[in-house]
């Protein structure tokens, strides 16, 4: 065992993903001692009765209904998953002892859902002096670019316009990274300024004064590092879109007043879904 963990959800219409997703949890209390904590945003669907459902029979799961409204585009969206992982943070830091660990875990249809090789967590846990973060690659695809900070990819393909010659760009950068990293063995961790990916373990010492933000720090980039960027792509900022994921503040930040080293592991925690469903929003 590795201590204590506590997973967090943000869960909104998540009826699809919650059922496997909480399956997937259950099997890693072979590693730590489990608390869950959700954000539950006012859904359409049955999300909220398979939580209640899971709590008749596990006691170790507390559900926050939160207050935030739903979102319609990328600026509400990442507002109120801000707003939910602050929330989700706000309740571990009330805990009377802290938990060694924290996941942040996606409960959709599509991250998480194919059967976790709880070897791999158990793997990287076994090198937890290495690092304070790490995310994993996927057999069904890397797809969360939007989180990703490595360089000299830096900043958000959102603000340097057309977006998807940037993506293309940063994919195959990270493929090569994958490929080069792989066969040396299986303490081979990537190191990044930011990644999430749809699940990610965190130190809580190390990130729980932190938040999560779509609101744009300039203050948190190293020195140089947008220029390098915009170099490495040939194109300037667009400033009139204000707004980023809110990954790359929580982890900058970590970085900026913590030291936090920060990895992706190049293997997949999450087995490929056999025959996912046709309205999957994501590669599963």
């Given at each position: 065992m590795f201590g204590t963990c506590c997973v967090c959800l943000c869960v909104l219409n998540n009826e699809q993903g919650l059922p496997s997703v909480l399956n997937n949890i259950q099997k890693m209390q072979r590693l730590f001692t489990i608390e869950i904590i959700v954000y539950y945003d006012k859904s359409h669907d049955k999300s909220l009765e398979i939580l209640e459902n899971y709590h008749r029979t596990h006691t170790n799961i507390t559900i926050i209904k939160g207050v935030?409204?739903?979102?319609?585009?990328?600026?509400?969206?990442?507002?109120?998953?801000?707003?939910?992982?602050?929330?989700?943070?706000?309740?571990?830091?009330?805990?009377?002892?802290?938990?060694?660990?924290?996941i942040m875990m996606d409960s959709n249809e599509y991250a998480c859902v194919g059967d976790i090789n709880i070897d791999i967590l158990e793997t990287v846990l076994k090198y937890r002096e290495c690092w304070d973060s790490v995310s994993f690659d996927r057999e069904a695809?890397?797809?969360?670019?939007?989180?990703?900070?490595?360089?000299?990819?830096?900043?958000?393909?959102?603000?340097?316009g057309p977006k998807s010659r940037d993506i293309d760009l940063?994919?195959?950068?990270?493929?090569?990274?994958?490929?080069?990293?792989?066969?040396?063995?299986?303490?081979?961790?990537?190191?990044?300024?930011?990644?999430?990916?749809?699940f990610a373990i965190?130190?809580?010492?190390?990130?729980?004064?932190?938040?999560?933000?779509?609101?744009?720090?300039?203050?948190?980039?190293?020195?140089?590092?947008?220029?390098?960027?915009?170099?490495?792509?040939?194109?300037?900022?667009?400033?009139?879109?204000?707004?980023?994921?809110?990954?790359?503040?929580?982890?900058?930040?970590?970085?900026?007043?913590?030291?936090?080293?920060?990895?992706?592991?190049?293997?997949?925690?999450?087995?490929?879904?056999?025959?996912?469903?046709?309205?999957?929003?994501?590669?599963?």
């Open positions: 935030s409204k739903l979102y319609t585009g990328a600026n509400e969206r990442t507002k109120n998953l801000s707003t939910a992982r602050n929330f989700l943070l706000q309740a571990i830091r009330k805990w009377y002892i802290p938990p060694d660990y924290f695809g890397y797809y969360d670019y939007w989180a990703l900070s490595i360089q000299p990819f830096i900043y958000s393909f959102f603000h340097m940063c994919r195959k950068y990270l493929h090569n990274i994958f490929q080069i990293y792989k066969p040396m063995g299986e303490n081979a961790f990537i190191p990044v300024h930011s990644a999430f990916n749809g965190y130190k809580t010492s190390k990130f729980i004064e932190c938040y999560y933000s779509d609101i744009i720090d300039w203050t948190l980039f190293p020195e140089g590092t947008i220029q390098t960027h915009m170099a490495c792509v040939s194109k300037s900022l667009i400033r009139i879109f204000d707004r980023d994921c809110e990954h790359r503040h929580f982890h900058l930040q970590a970085i900026k007043q913590n030291s936090a080293k920060i990895y992706i592991y190049p293997y997949s925690l999450f087995k490929k879904v056999e025959n996912p469903p046709p309205n999957a929003r994501g590669p599963c």
